[in-house]
């Protein structure tokens, strides 16, 4: 045993020696489009650094600059009309259905958009012609670097958002004494002014109308530039640096902005504050502040794949090339990036991360840049716990409070309903109207999905402090759900109605009742909640009337193809290819479809998901990522990885990876990069279906490896080595005790292990007790999976004790 911990050390060593050279994004060249530039965040502000000697160019974002103000957007002719829609449903008439919630359930608001600052422009005279050009993005400390030549004169620039200062640093140095000179200015599409105060150039912007909701934001942007030697002169509308040596930006930026309905903030009072704080540290100790608070998330989790010289070559020509199959480590530098914008993108106290993250240099982002939340603003937020980044969560919880708050208001005044209920879309002003039409709107499962993440977390954590302070968002959602639920008169399930299964229809309309995705949704919010309110001595009786509705809900079913029905008819087309999968929820994120206790809806999970394809939009192809290992078939999941690892270049229509590693949908959708992460991570741990399940989802391509820091449920961190693409042994730390069950492809060795019997007696392993599907008469007998054999052990733990084990025979 003591041999095999030195093993594993010496690996998890090697590992850190290796990430430290390849946990970098790098160029030979500037970047000219916006997704080659590279991004640094801490949470509330987001930087695009561009690289250009001659102009370059740090594009700006704060977090809380969206278009519009406070508002909603709930129509309450919508009640009214709900009868009415209803019985065109239920008759068949989706179409008129559809045409009335157009109609009636609107307003003119369909969400805010997320909006840029502009940018910092930094004019250098004379550095047009360069040589020895480099710049990079260090994942591993979250510092960008640019260098070059200007003739036998050597220029660094270097940049970071700090985490522990609240701004923007760059450091800007010339290898020769007093050879560095340039100006500083603004360019903004706000409506915006720029002055000079107090030593500083400052942009004061506002935040624009939009459909018919005038701009409540106002921004103010701060620059100032020391110099350790030479001149800084502040004009009216830029900075120049002369004959200096070391130069250090320093970039303040706040606004008005306090909560979703509240802007009576001081920006300009919070932008010095940053600033003048900012000012009083050191660069070096700023910068090593900045890359502790980093480094105390980002390196919990390593992840070795091997290397190859391939992984020496530019960060774009590795995503071209990856198709060749000798770069393996790109697919964990990917992983990593992942993990990187997800830190710089959502800290406790901020936002959290919309569809562009934090990123966007347009008044009119992509879809606004908003939450989408039929599938992309729950992506964001999958890799979060199992790759131990669980503070990263607490944004999306702070915004489930508010959403229950302003859903509680749509639920009564559009539905007549208890609880809160949110659509398809938000945004910061926390809008829950239906938005965009009625074919992609008309969703009200919004909230109730949103709230899964509330549930995981206590999975996760076990933190029943945590669960009772959320509960009254679970409750929110369940009884939302309580009270829309209706008889569907046909079958006499409790179905939701209207509603779609999101943006697909088997028909011209989407508008049905009960579709697969939905009966999920509220299986999962309704039992959840129940186990919930049972955990935390709360009311019986609300617990047993969960229960009941939980039992009224539509069993899952299996078509004439062999394949999980979207729909309460068998209306699948196996041709269909359509880039979102969402009856498939049941399988991932949820834990409803499990190969031992379901093998035919297992298989017919598998069936549809062969029918819809392996190529789809960038976020598609992260969530397929994620079924697939679910599916436990590695190989499948290796070959999503391979479609996404398509570079974005003319001619390649195909292509789902921008130059800087951003997905593409395309354009540029940030829930790609972290569905690939979560994805990642599940081919290499599972623990939703009542174990810790070792190396599920292993690619015979990872021969060889090693992960460390991952979360199974339970609170058990897992260090997983393998060889000859089988677990060789593993290193878990059970944070708060309990009982580990083990489950792998292979025998298992170590203390305390005993085989498993029965279901596992760890409460936070409870599984879901779902109904038997119904089969179609046009099939004799549901196809089943082949499986491989599994080891199951039990192993009884003490917080704070690490177990090892081994390959046994």
């Given at each position: 045993?003591?041999r095999t911990c030195i093993s594993l050390f010496l690996t998890l060593f090697a590992v850190?020696?290796?990430?430290?050279?390849?946990?970098?994004?790098?160029?030979?060249?500037?970047?000219?489009?916006?997704?080659?530039?590279?991004?640094?965040?801490?949470?509330?502000?987001?930087?695009?650094?561009?690289?250009?000697?001659?102009?370059?160019?740090?594009?700006?974002?704060?977090?809380?600059?969206?278009?519009?103000?406070?508002?909603?957007?709930?129509?309450?002719?919508?009640?009214?009309?709900?009868?009415?829609?209803?019985?065109?449903?239920?008759?068949?008439?989706?179409?008129?259905?559809?045409?009335?919630?157009?109609?009636?359930?609107?307003?003119?608001?369909?969400?805010?958009?997320?909006?840029?600052?502009?940018?910092?422009?930094?004019?250098?005279?004379?550095?047009?012609?360069?040589?020895?050009?480099?710049?990079?993005?260090?994942?591993?400390?979250?510092?960008?670097?640019?260098?070059?030549?200007?003739?036998?004169?050597?220029?660094?620039?270097?940049?970071?958002?700090?985490?522990?200062?609240?701004?923007?640093?760059?450091?800007?140095?010339?290898?020769?004494?007093?050879?560095?000179?340039?100006?500083?200015?603004?360019?903004?599409?706000?409506?915006?002014?720029?002055?000079?105060?107090?030593?500083?150039?400052?942009?004061?912007?506002?935040?624009?109308?939009?459909?018919?909701?005038?701009?409540?934001?106002?921004?103010?942007?701060?620059?100032?530039?020391?110099?350790?030697?030479?001149?800084?002169?502040?004009?009216?509308?830029?900075?120049?640096?002369?004959?200096?040596?070391?130069?250090?930006?320093?970039?303040?930026?706040?606004?008005?902005?306090?909560?979703?309905?509240?802007?009576?903030?001081?920006?300009?009072?919070?932008?010095?504050?940053?600033?003048?704080?900012?000012?009083?540290?050191?660069?070096?100790?700023?910068?090593?502040?900045?890359?502790?608070?980093?480094?105390?998330?980002?390196?919990?989790?390593?992840?070795?794949?091997?290397?190859?010289?391939?992984?020496?070559?530019?960060?774009?020509?590795?995503?071209?090339?990856?198709?060749?199959?000798?770069?393996?480590?790109?697919?964990?530098?990917?992983?990593?990036?992942?993990?990187?914008?997800?830190?710089?993108?959502?800290?406790?106290?901020?936002?959290?991360?919309?569809?562009?993250?934090?990123?966007?240099?347009?008044?009119?982002?992509?879809?606004?840049?908003?939450?989408?939340?039929?599938?992309?603003?729950?992506?964001?937020?999958?890799?979060?716990?199992?790759?131990?980044?669980?503070?990263?969560?607490?944004?999306?919880?702070?915004?489930?409070?508010?959403?229950?708050?302003?859903?509680?208001?749509?639920?009564?005044?559009?539905?007549?309903?208890?609880?809160?209920?949110?659509?398809?879309?938000?945004?910061?002003?926390?809008?829950?109207?239906?938005?965009?039409?009625?074919?992609?709107?008309?969703?009200?499962?919004?909230?109730?999905?949103?709230?899964?993440?509330?549930?995981?977390?206590?999975?996760?954590?076990?933190?029943?402090?945590?669960?009772?302070?959320?509960?009254?968002?679970?409750?929110?959602?369940?009884?939302?759900?309580?009270?829309?639920?209706?008889?569907?008169?046909?079958?006499?399930?409790?179905?939701?109605?209207?509603?779609?299964?999101?943006?697909?229809?088997?028909?011209?309309?989407?508008?049905?009742?009960?579709?697969?995705?939905?009966?999920?949704?509220?299986?999962?919010?309704?039992?959840?909640?129940?186990?919930?309110?049972?955990?935390?001595?709360?009311?019986?009786?609300?617990?047993?009337?969960?229960?009941?509705?939980?039992?009224?809900?539509?069993?899952?079913?299996?078509?004439?193809?062999?394949?999980?029905?979207?729909?309460?008819?068998?209306?699948?087309?196996?041709?269909?290819?359509?880039?979102?999968?969402?009856?498939?929820?049941?399988?991932?994120?949820?834990?409803?479809?499990?190969?031992?206790?379901?093998?035919?809806?297992?298989?017919?999970?598998?069936?549809?998901?062969?029918?819809?394809?392996?190529?789809?939009?960038?976020?598609?192809?992260?969530?397929?990522?994620?079924?697939?290992?679910?599916l436990l078939d590695g190989n499948h999941a290796y070959k999503i990885i391979n479609n996404?690892?398509?570079?974005?270049?003319?001619?390649?229509?195909?292509?789902?990876?921008?130059?800087?590693?951003?997905?593409?949908?395309?354009?540029?959708?940030?829930?790609?990069?972290?569905?690939?992460?979560?994805?990642?991570?599940?081919?290499?741990?599972?623990?939703?279906?009542?174990?810790?399940?070792?190396?599920?989802?292993?690619?015979?391509?990872?021969?060889?490896?090693?992960?460390?820091?991952?979360?199974?449920?339970?609170?058990?961190?897992?260090?997983?080595?393998?060889?000859?693409?089988?677990?060789?042994?593993?290193?878990?730390?059970?944070?708060?005790?309990?009982?580990?069950?083990?489950?792998?492809?292979?025998?298992?060795?170590?203390?305390?292990?005993?085989?498993?019997?029965?279901?596992?007696?760890?409460?936070?392993?409870?599984?879901?007790?779902?109904?038997?599907?119904?089969?179609?008469?046009?099939?004799?007998?549901?196809?089943?999976?082949?499986?491989?054999?599994?080891?199951?052990?039990?192993?009884?733990?003490?917080?704070?004790?690490?177990?090892?084990?081994?390959?046994?025979?």
């Open positions: 045993m003591k850190l020696l290796v990430q430290a050279d390849e946990l970098k994004l790098w160029y030979a060249q500037p970047a000219v489009k916006w997704v080659e530039a590279l991004p640094l965040g801490n949470s509330r502000l987001g930087v695009m650094v561009y690289g250009n000697p001659a102009h370059e160019e740090l594009q700006l974002n704060e977090e809380t600059v969206w278009g519009g103000g406070p508002h909603n957007n709930n129509q309450p002719n919508a009640l009214n009309a709900l009868p009415e829609v209803r019985r065109l449903v239920f008759e068949g008439r989706n179409e008129e259905a559809q045409q009335m919630i157009d109609e009636k359930f609107r307003t003119p608001q369909n969400g805010m958009p997320y909006q840029t600052i502009g940018s910092l422009m930094l004019h250098f005279d004379g550095h047009g012609e360069y040589t020895d050009y480099y710049r990079d993005l260090n994942i591993s400390n979250a510092v960008a670097t640019t260098r070059y030549k200007i003739g036998e004169v050597t220029y660094t620039r270097e940049i970071f958002t700090s985490f522990t200062d609240n701004v923007v640093i760059m450091r800007l140095s010339s290898d020769k004494k007093g050879a560095l000179s340039f100006s500083a200015d603004y360019k903004s599409p706000l409506e915006h002014t720029v002055k000079k105060k107090e030593g500083k150039l400052i942009l004061s912007g506002k935040g624009q109308e939009h459909e018919g909701i005038p701009g409540a934001i106002r921004v103010e942007t701060q620059t100032l530039i020391q110099a350790e030697d030479g001149k800084v002169a502040v004009e009216s509308d830029k900075i120049i640096v002369s004959n200096a040596t070391i130069a250090t930006i320093y970039i303040s930026s706040a606004t008005n902005f306090v909560n979703y309905n509240d802007v009576g903030g001081n920006e300009s009072k919070l932008a010095t504050a940053y600033m003048k704080a900012a000012l009083k540290n050191p660069y070096e100790k700023a910068k090593a502040d900045h890359i502790a608070y980093y480094d105390h998330q980002f390196s919990r989790v390593k992840l070795d794949l091997g290397t190859s010289d391939a992984a020496k070559e530019q960060t774009h020509l590795r995503v071209k090339n990856f198709r060749n199959g000798k770069d393996i480590s790109l697919a964990a530098l990917m992983f990593q990036y992942g993990r990187y914008l997800l830190i710089s993108s959502s800290q406790p106290g901020g936002q959290p991360a919309n569809l562009q993250g934090i990123w966007n240099h347009e008044l009119l982002a992509p879809w606004d840049g908003k939450y989408t939340i039929n599938i992309n603003t729950e992506m964001n937020y999958w890799p979060a716990e199992v790759t131990n980044l669980s503070e990263t969560h607490q944004p999306l919880f702070q915004m489930l409070k508010e959403l229950s708050r302003t859903g509680s208001k749509t639920a009564h005044d559009m539905y007549g309903c208890n609880g809160w209920v949110t659509h398809h879309n938000t945004d910061i002003w926390r809008s829950c109207g239906v938005v965009d039409g009625a074919y992609w709107g008309m969703w009200p499962n919004g909230g109730a999905w949103l709230a899964q993440h509330l549930w995981e977390h206590y999975l996760y954590t076990g933190d029943k402090k945590f669960l009772k302070e959320v509960y009254p968002i679970l409750k929110g959602a369940a009884d939302f759900f309580l009270d829309f639920l209706v008889e569907h008169p046909r079958y006499k399930w409790m179905v939701t109605c209207p509603s779609n299964s999101p943006e697909h229809g088997p028909g011209k309309s989407s508008i049905i009742a009960g579709c697969t995705m939905d009966n999920q949704i509220a299986f999962d919010i309704l039992t959840r909640t129940r186990e919930a309110c049972l955990i935390l001595g709360e009311d019986d009786t609300y617990a047993k009337k969960l229960e009941e509705m939980s039992k009224r809900l539509p069993p899952m079913q299996i078509g004439k193809y062999n394949q999980l029905q979207e729909w309460l008819e068998d209306l699948d087309d196996p041709a269909n290819d359509h880039r979102h999968v969402s009856h498939l929820y049941g399988l991932y994120p949820g834990n409803q479809i499990s190969p031992y206790r379901h093998p035919d809806l297992f298989q017919a999970v598998k069936n549809s998901l062969i029918y819809r394809g392996d190529m789809a939009t960038g976020w598609s192809i992260g969530w397929k990522i994620n079924l697939w290992a679910r996404m690892l398509m570079l974005v270049e003319d001619g390649n229509d195909d292509g789902r990876t921008y130059p800087n590693l951003f997905d593409a949908h395309p354009p540029f959708q940030i829930d790609g990069n972290f569905g690939y992460t979560a994805g990642i991570a599940e081919m290499l741990l599972q623990s939703h279906d009542g174990a810790v399940h070792l190396l599920p989802a292993l690619p015979d391509t990872w021969r060889s490896g090693s992960i460390s820091g991952l979360m199974a449920r339970g609170g058990f961190e897992v260090a997983v080595k393998w060889d000859g693409v089988q677990l060789e042994q593993a290193e878990i730390k059970s944070r708060i005790g309990g009982n580990l069950r083990l489950r792998s492809y292979v025998p298992l060795k170590g203390e305390g292990l005993k085989e498993a019997k029965g279901e596992n007696p760890n409460p936070l392993y409870t599984q879901p007790d779902i109904k038997a599907p119904l089969v179609s008469e046009k099939i004799s007998t549901p196809q089943l999976p082949a499986l491989y054999r599994i080891y199951e052990y039990d192993v009884q733990t003490e917080a704070g004790k690490t177990y090892r084990f081994t390959r046994g025979s």
